[in-house]
């Protein structure tokens, strides 16, 4: 499903965060410099997480000028943010280079800090109960805009500015606006950059970082290929065809089976253990035959190969999907303890705020238009 604003998709500047060391290189030595000053941007950037680059001293005062407007345009704008959870959840509206909105969400818990990013403007999927589902997808982000998320937030916890003082950024979660799989080369590319060392990456572990998907099953087979040890994580909502028919459109093109068949394989190719986000819906999906269902088709792989998080479901405004009851969260839990499977209600943050992913976005978007 397309937005409105898709026939009018521009291409975000090249940045110094969608290079390649190799291109990286090219650039400074094009601009007449060094090759080594490649290496000092990448410290300023990936190791300081610094885009002043009049702040730069180790390079002369009259070339930063060049350096900041060929190599570090100016990427996401901080639009507006919401505060929850006494200041240990700070979502924030950002805004593009060419007026498109996506959202990041920053979530402090006692043993870490979780960044959950976009990699799309909107999304194409077309889930019914899913706020950015509802706006279609607009266009891919770039590698730049992507890990501009991840920077500003690596250093939100380093100066202390969300609650509980100064932390570091332990976990990145590509849970945010868009389907990842969509996007697949920026997003591997985010990848790499996130999970590399110092002065060549953020230096968060790989296995410290997940890649959400509704099920495309082409993509999940090329990420269990890549040799990197990130958790991969399937959106499935539903145990059966019919319904996930329903929920997840794109079950129709790559159906339950293929999906599962191509999770265990991502099992079994990585020894990550997949995650199975499930969205309890009153009414919908949250009932006892559907808890058995789910077990029977996860337990059909064998043992221990997945973990399962039923999701209480953030309802959109006016929406008649909307959050099941506590009994029946206890219960489909329950029915899957029962039945060997891992499973861990979601935690949900920000349930007093915007909280699912595309809310505050849909909501600016619909008062611009009034």
């Known amino acids: 499903m397309l937005s409105h604003a898709h026939a009018a998709r521009g291409k975000a500047p090249r940045h110094f965060a ?5 291109e990286a290189v090219e650039a400074v030595t094009g601009m007449g410099l060094p090759r080594f000053r490649a290496r000092q941007l990448a410290s300023h950037y990936y190791g300081h997480g610094d885009v002043d680059v009049e702040s730069f001293t180790d390079f002369p005062r009259d070339l930063r000028g060049r350096i900041a407007e060929t190599l570090f345009p100016v990427l996401i704008d901080e639009v507006t943010r919401q505060i929850a959870d006494e200041g240990m959840t700070v979502k924030t509206l950002w805004r ?3 007026g498109s909105r996506i959202e990041s969400v920053l979530m402090r818990y006692p043993r870490r800090a979780t960044l959950c990013i976009s990699s799309q403007v909107g999304c194409g999927m077309g889930c019914p109960f899913c706020a ?4 279609g997808l607009t266009r891919n982000m770039s590698t730049g805009e992507i890990l501009e998320q991840v920077r500003v937030a690596s250093c939100a916890m380093r100066d202390g500015e969300v609650a509980g003082g100064p932390g570091r950024l332990s976990n990145v979660v590509f849970m945010g606006m868009g389907e990842p799989m969509g996007n697949y080369r920026s997003v591997l590319a985010a990848v790499r950059r996130i999970c590399a060392p110092a002065p060549g990456g953020f230096g968060i572990s790989a296995r410290n970082i997940t890649i959400s998907t509704v099920g495309v099953v082409p993509g999940i087979r090329k990420l269990a290929s890549e040799g990197l040890p990130v958790r991969l994580a399937v959106s499935l909502h539903a ?8 929920l997840v459109p794109m079950n129709r093109r790559f159906d339950t089976t293929q999906v599962l068949d191509a999770a265990h394989d991502y099992y079994e190719a990585t020894g990550r253990r997949v995650s199975i986000e499930y969205a309890l819906m009153r009414g919908i999906n949250d009932q006892a035959e559907h808890a058995t269902l789910l077990a029977k088709r996860l337990n059909h792989y064998g043992d221990d ?12 405004e006016g929406s008649r999907w909307t959050a099941s009851k506590p009994e029946d969260e206890r219960r489909f839990l329950d029915i899957l303890h029962h039945a060997g499977i891992a499973a861990t209600l979601r935690d949900t943050r920000g349930s007093d705020i915007d909280g699912a992913c595309g809310q505050l976005a849909a909501k600016m978007e619909d008062s611009s238009t009034l």
């Open 305 to 316: 190969w997945v973990h399962v998080n039923p999701i209480p479901l953030n309802p959109i």
């Open 18 to 22: 969608d290079m390649t060391d190799d």
């Open 239 to 246: 145990a059966s065809d019919v319904l996930r028919d329903e």
């Open 96 to 98: 593009l280079f060419d």
């Open 132 to 135: 950015t589902g509802h706006l």
